[in-house]
């Protein structure tokens, strides 16, 4: 990785959740934090997601998802960036998803799971830890 640019990252809303405060705080946690953060908006598919994080060259994808479709959206997210050759694209995540799920994708390759209630500055931290080698 470059260290003379910062982090990019895909926050996405995917699926028919409409709810996105969640997300759109994230994004300006990272944002403060000096992270390029592209911001897809909402009810965007798999596929939109990945199509984004592609064509923005990002370091990693944050989703969001609360209605209870995390499942199905965050491996349709996953098998995606590993049908398009772009693997090394980390993906992490929160929402209200149950602990016996975070386990299940995290095994299917979702690098962190945050729940309601994790502080902004946690999240930055574990972004700067887990993408290291940029500014």
């Known amino acids: 990785m470059d260290s003379s640019t910062p982090l990019r990252i895909v926050v996405a809303k995917p699926g028919l959740d409409g709810h996105d ?6 994004a300006r946690a990272l944002r403060d934090a000096g992270i390029e953060v592209i911001y897809t908006g909402l009810h965007q ?5 990945v199509d984004a994080a592609i064509q923005e060259d990002a370091d990693a994808v944050g989703l969001s998802v609360l209605s209870g479709a995390h499942d199905t959206l965050f491996t349709s997210v996953l098998e995606l960036l590993r049908e398009r050759g772009a693997q ?3 993906v ?3 929402g209200i998803i149950p602990e016996a799920d975070i386990r299940v ?5 979702v ?3 945050f729940t309601p209630g994790t502080p902004m500055a946690e999240i930055v931290r574990w972004v700067r830890a887990a993408l290291p080698g940029r500014l």
């Open 111 to 113: 690098a962190e799971i």
């Open 92 to 94: 992490f995540g929160g």
């Open 105 to 109: 994708l995290k095994d299917r390759g």
């Open 21 to 26: 405060r969640g997300a759109k705080v994230i």
């Open 88 to 90: 090394d694209i980390t």
């Open 45 to 49: 598919s798999p596929a939109q997601i």
